[in-house]
């Protein structure tokens, strides 16, 4: 599934620290030690309702406040995102995170937000200012030696902040929704069951499409998430209600922080995140707008005939650029000892190593991209004309990007650019010159609904198009239950924003109707055994149901005798392709009834062996650092999502703007990223419960 590659940093840190011994760090738990009497100053400016409320007379004030309030709630965990994409962690974790330095380090992502940042100087040079203001506000912060927890823990001081920090952010998270290698994961699952798996993968035949119309793409430009819309004739305040739940990795504290900024020229609020100070979803009173993932392909991968550092590109050989990286690693008594990495670059990007093999990377993100830009002009926007002129400079990762207005407009846009090429879902032979990129599509430009009834996406397929956007596709069950839905609502009268909390809170898992067919067609006794006890069911993933947990065995121990033997993730491959492997014999039948014999071994609830595991990035040394293991609601293609056991990714905010009646949101965690802090873990308990608060 896409959501794996969206694994933001807090997740990759965490299981970096599980690997450091205790002894690293020099000081007990700060819950039980010394730390607890350190004394930490007043706050800059207030949490009202768990919101960071900025006041400010003029943007280069707002900027700077919010660079000061960002460092003050939360710059350790700036500082971790900003150098996992530097690849500059082993300063701060040591050896332990040398892989995560050398793995980013290689793919270059620092180089392209280095280049984005020169570029915002030379041609946006009033909103490079705002950057600037920005960075003096973290640094400020920094000037006053504020006493940060986690620093005191390991013995090590803040860095100073650069606006290109603020940037490489921009780009760590690009990475996580659009990057990652599943093209070579692919080509693997390819060689082992031949061509008719990229068939039915490549054909998603059974995913609801979100556009009902086929589309088609002409010439080329030359150059796990829900959300929904609902139009204003189906809502009781006769006004556009929109919500969003982007679904991505669950850490303390928080991957968002939640703010409101009131200038006399206009206010927004929404998230953001620390590190970087724009709105990325939320509402300024005019316009509100929400994203998921779209996971269209902009990532491609090329192999060649090499020669030691020569490679054989179109008929001509030609030397790879080389370029030097040298790590620092630091000890915990600050002795650094640094090591030197050679990256080999040829026409298409850098060359990296993956099982075993070489490869050359293009990603998009690679390029300047200007996504800070485009959210600074959209949570300006007035008007869908203005937010279209803002969306315009948005490049990657492609968003399925739903908007509404005080006007009664909804509208919905994949956005990004994609690159125009022949295939683009394995690798390409670069020797002979496959793969090479003719153009971009400005995807709004094909890729719009403006003015449905109502409209939902959940990472399901875009629209059945005329050419290859992507394979993975979220299964199409959340979409589809979350469609279902709002028609029942519809039908019954005016949908008010408790039916949106309603719909975001929940635990059905329509999946269970296939899995009955299944269960039907090739089940023996135990699958026989389990389908009755399915169509007893009400496909309701609650925590204190039996039979979900045998469902969610039963789902697990499918796709794990399915695709587990070929060595990856047994998530990597959707659920709805696997029904199709099956029914078509790829995959052996048999894996059926003995998927159902395990899942009736389960005789406890599913909250008994499904719980919420929210890590801080230092949790795998103090436990107390951790938000509380509770039992957790929903599955993998439930509304409210819940993958796996130990729950670490699910709905990173509720986020619900309804024109006429208010704003609602919902973190899973504390806004103040201080252990120590009775607001730490404040909204987490209210989250889990399934509750709002009302900020504006």
């Known amino acids: 599934m896409k959501w794996l590659v969206a694994v933001l940093i807090l997740f990759l840190v965490a299981f970096v620290i599980f690997l450091t011994p205790p002894y690293f760090f020099r000081l007990a738990d700060p819950f039980q030690g010394p730390l607890k009497a350190v004394a930490r100053p007043a706050p800059p400016v207030p949490l009202v309702n768990y919101t960071l409320v900025i006041k400010a007379g003029d943007e280069k004030e707002a900027f700077y406040k919010l660079g000061y309030a960002h460092a003050y709630y939360r710059f350790f965990q700036m500082d971790v995102m900003r150098r996992v994409a530097e690849g500059k962690l082993s300063e701060l974790l040591g050896e332990a995170a040398f892989d995560t330095d050398v793995y980013f380090r290689t793919r270059g992502l620092y180089i392209s937000a280095e280049r984005t940042w020169e570029y915002i100087k030379r041609n946006y040079p009033q909103y490079a200012e705002l950057i600037e203001e920005y960075a003096r506000g973290v640094n400020d912060f920094l000037a006053s030696r504020p006493p940060i927890v986690e620093y005191l823990i390991l013995g090590k001081s803040p860095e100073p902040w650069s606006p290109v920090d603020t940037l490489a952010i921009a780009k760590l998270v690009a990475w996580s929704l659009s990057g990652g290698e599943d093209d070579i994961e692919l080509k693997a699952l390819v060689e082992a069951l031949g ?68 200038m006399p020229n206009y206010t927004v609020m929404g998230v953001a995140f620390p590190g970087a100070p724009v709105v990325v979803i939320g509402t300024n009173g005019y316009v509100a707008w929400g994203f998921t993932n779209t996971g269209v392909d902009v990532i491609d991968y090329y192999f060649y005939v090499w020669n030691g550092t020569r490679y054989y590109y179109n008929g001509t050989w030609l030397d790879a650029n080389r370029r030097v990286e040298k790590i620092k690693i630091c000890d915990l008594n600050n002795r650094c000892a640094e090591r030197s990495l050679e990256v080999l670059e040829t026409v298409h990007g850098p060359v990296i190593e993956y099982k075993g093999q070489k490869y050359s990377m ?20 007035r008007n869908l004309t203005e937010f279209l002129n803002g969306l315009k400079y948005f490049v990657t990762p492609s968003q399925n990007t739903v908007y509404a207005d005080r006007y009664g407009v909804v509208a919905y846009f994949a956005n990004g650019y994609f690159p125009i090429r022949e295939g683009g879902y394995l690798p390409f032979n670069g020797s002979k010159g496959e793969g090479e990129w003719r153009g971009f599509v400005w995807l709004p430009s094909v890729l719009y609904y403006v003015n449905p009834p109502y409209l939902a996406t959940a990472n399901n397929k875009i629209a059945d198009a005329n050419i290859y956007l992507q394979w993975s596709w979220a299964d199409r069950y959340r979409h589809d239950r979350i469609m279902e839905l709002i028609a029942q609502k519809a039908a019954r009268g005016k949908i008010s924003v408790k039916d949106v909390m309603d719909i975001q809170r929940d635990v059905v898992d329509i999946s269970c109707r296939d899995v009955r067919t299944l269960l039907d067609l090739y089940g023996g006794e135990k699958g026989r055994e389990l389908l009755n006890e399915l169509n ?25 005798l399915a695709w587990g033997k070929f060595n990856i993730s047994i998530t990597f491959v959707p659920f709805e392709i696997t029904l199709v492997a099956i029914k078509r014999g790829l995959i052996d039948r048999s894996i059926v009834e003995k998927a159902a014999e395990e899942a009736l071994k389960i005789n406890t609830p599913w909250g008994n062996l499904h719980k919420y595991s929210i890590s801080h990035v230092l949790g795998g040394v103090f436990p107390g650092l951790n938000y509380k293991k509770v039992e957790a609601p929903g599955d993998w293609f439930t509304v409210n999502v819940a993958p796996g056991f130990d729950v670490s990714h699910g709905p990173s905010v ?26 730490y873990d404040a909204m987490y308990m209210p989250w889990v419960r399934g509750e709002y608060v009302k900020v504006g």
Request: charged share 15%.
């Open 195 to 262: 061509p008719q798996f990229l068939e039915i993968a490549l054909a998603r035949e059974a995913n609801t499409p979100i556009l009902p119309r086929k589309v088609t793409f002409t010439s080329p430009l030359g150059m796990g998430s829900n959300n929904w819309i609902i139009s204003p004739n189906f809502t009781a305040t006769g006004m556009p209600i929109l919500a969003n739940d982007p679904h991505l990795s669950l850490s303390a504290p928080p991957i968002w922080i939640f703010q409101r900024v009131e």
């Open 654 to 679: 509720r986020f619900i703007a309804a024109f006429g009646d208010g704003v609602y949101m919902m973190l899973p965690g504390g806004p103040d990223g201080d252990p120590l802090s009775p607001l």
């Open 536 to 560: 007893k069911w009400d496909c309701s993933m609650s925590a204190e149901s039996i039979t979900a947990a045998r469902y969610a065995v039963f789902l697990y121990n499918l796709q794990k």
């Open 362 to 381: 293009k990603w998009l993100g690679n390029n300047v991209t200007l996504e800070a830009l485009a959210l600074y002009y959209m949570n300006k926007a």
